[in-house]
């Protein structure tokens, strides 16, 4: 179900553009484009209200005895959990890059295919429209793919969820990489390195909500959620694009001196498409050290989450403090112990008579 419900942001991005795109041409005003989201979000709203039950906190885990606390400490113990605030850090990475592909990717496609022989006839709404179909086709097959990853390693890997996220950025990089490179030399190659880039990427959204809803208690659950997407949107997708616009800026003047003196070209607009190419792919590569660093994030997250995860199958089992101190404390069951073996010691101590 969390695959499902995260078509909505790389599936959505996509329709953005195909939709936005289409309704202006076929209007012949770009403001339609914009005028249809709020009618789209009228609908949104209206489904919320009249379909959406909002079920009791741990009715499902069986948690329903614990109590909410204060805002504040929910805060506090969220910025103690280390897997969520690893996973939190690494998710604002996928952010981050998400953020500025969905800004620039075309603009910076367009650029690219100008400067090949047929430049001339390149239209930018039709780069717009298939970046739009590339990011729905890899969200539909990228977001289940990384659910059903999961799901089957994580009975045998109990670290697999933040690995796989890992893995997916570190796969991403190198072919958003050559993405990059070669969208002034080969189209078909780039749109397919971007499909795959884009695939790789997608893997991470599901399994993200997934590792959230086991480090974090039910009832604190909707804070670490509202607090997750702050982070990840204010750190990430918020703030990438005006930086990756920002660094191609500053770029282009240093670009258009050595074009200038190496080039001596005699037509002004393709020595400025070449200009603000080279200064924007530049600025592009940024993101693949920000996945390469988000990967870094998710492998921390491993070495915590075994931990985390019992901790909270404990408290929802109606375990005590001291017991998930000794959880904490011993290596051994840090490393080792699984979530059956924690709740049946847990029940074994129940059943035994108190002196």
């Given at each position: 179900?969390?695959?499902?419900?995260?078509?909505?942001?790389?599936v959505?991005?996509g329709?953005?553009?195909?939709?936005?795109?289409?309704?202006a041409?076929?209007?012949?005003?770009?403001?339609?484009?914009?005028?249809?989201?709020?009618i789209?979000?009228?609908?949104?709203?209206?489904?919320?209200?009249?379909?959406?039950?909002?079920?009791?906190?741990?009715?499902r885990e069986?948690?329903v005895h614990?109590?909410s606390?204060?805002?504040?400490y929910?805060?506090k113990?969220?910025?103690k959990?280390?897997?969520?605030?690893?996973?939190?850090?690494?998710?604002?990475?996928?952010?981050?890059?998400?953020?500025?592909?969905?800004?620039?990717a075309?603009?910076y496609?367009?650029?690219?295919?100008?400067?090949?022989?047929?430049?001339?006839n390149?239209?930018?709404?039709?780069v717009a429209y298939?970046?739009?179909l590339?990011?729905?086709?890899?969200?539909?097959?990228?977001?289940?793919?990384?659910?059903?990853?999961a799901?089957?390693l994580?009975?045998y890997w109990q670290?697999?969820?933040?690995l796989?996220?890992?893995?997916?950025?570190?796969?991403?990089?190198?072919?958003?990489f050559f993405?990059?490179?070669?969208?002034?030399t080969?189209?078909?190659?780039?749109?397919?390195?971007?499909f795959?880039?884009q695939?790789?990427?997608?893997?991470?959204?599901?399994?993200v909500?997934?590792?959230?809803?086991?480090?974090?208690?039910?009832?604190?659950r909707s804070?670490a959620e509202?607090?997750?997407?702050?982070?990840?949107h204010?750190?990430g997708?918020?703030?990438s694009?005006?930086l990756?616009?920002?660094i191609s800026e500053?770029?282009?003047?240093?670009?258009l001196?050595?074009?200038?003196?190496?080039e001596q070209?005699?037509?002004?607009?393709n020595q400025?498409?070449?200009?603000?190419?080279?200064?924007?792919?530049?600025?592009?590569f940024?993101?693949?050290?920000v996945?390469?660093?988000?990967?870094?994030?998710f492998?921390?997250t491993?070495?915590?989450?075994?931990?985390?995860?019992?901790?909270?199958d404990?408290?929802?089992a109606?375990?005590?403090l001291?017991?998930?101190?000794?959880?904490?404390?011993?290596p051994?069951?840090?490393?080792?112990?699984n979530d059956t073996?924690?709740?049946l010691?847990?029940?074994?101590?129940?059943?035994?008579p108190?002196?």
């Amino acid at each position: 179900m969390l695959a499902l419900f995260y078509f909505a942001i790389p599936v959505g991005s996509g329709l953005g553009y195909i939709t936005g795109g289409e309704t202006a041409r076929i209007s012949g005003h770009w403001q339609w484009g914009l005028r249809i989201t709020p009618i789209l979000g009228i609908v949104a709203i209206l489904l919320l209200l009249t379909v959406v039950r909002d079920p009791i906190r741990g009715e499902r885990e069986g948690g329903v005895h614990l109590t909410s606390t204060t805002w504040s400490y929910d805060i506090k113990e969220l910025l103690k959990n280390s897997s969520f605030m690893l996973s939190t850090a690494g998710f604002t990475c996928v952010a981050f890059v998400t953020g500025a592909l969905a800004w620039w990717a075309p603009t910076y496609l367009e650029l690219g295919f100008k400067l090949l022989p047929y430049g001339a006839n390149v239209d930018p709404d039709d780069v717009a429209y298939k970046f739009g179909l590339i990011g729905m086709a890899s969200g539909l097959i990228g977001v289940p793919l990384g659910s059903t990853i999961a799901q089957k390693l994580r009975t045998y890997w109990q670290q697999a969820d933040p690995l796989i996220c890992a893995v997916g950025l570190l796969i991403s990089a190198p072919l958003l990489f050559f993405a990059m490179i070669t969208a002034n030399t080969n189209p078909t190659l780039c749109y397919t390195l971007v499909f795959f880039g884009q695939l790789s990427l997608n893997l991470n959204w599901a399994i993200v909500a997934d590792i959230l809803l086991y480090v974090v208690i039910p009832t604190r659950r909707s804070t670490a959620e509202a607090f997750q997407i702050l982070i990840a949107h204010a750190l990430g997708d918020a703030g990438s694009p005006y930086l990756i616009g920002l660094i191609s800026e500053g770029l282009k003047s240093s670009f258009l001196s050595d074009l200038a003196v190496g080039e001596q070209s005699s037509v002004h607009d393709n020595q400025n498409v070449a200009v603000e190419f080279r200064s924007l792919q530049y600025a592009m590569f940024l993101t693949m050290f920000v996945e390469v660093l988000g990967a870094l994030f998710f492998f921390l997250t491993a070495l915590h989450i075994q931990k985390d995860k019992a901790l909270v199958d404990l408290a929802i089992a109606g375990g005590s403090l001291s017991d998930s101190v000794c959880i904490c404390n011993d290596p051994v069951n840090s490393e080792l112990q699984n979530d059956t073996n924690t709740i049946l010691e847990f029940n074994r101590h129940q059943v035994e008579p108190s002196d």
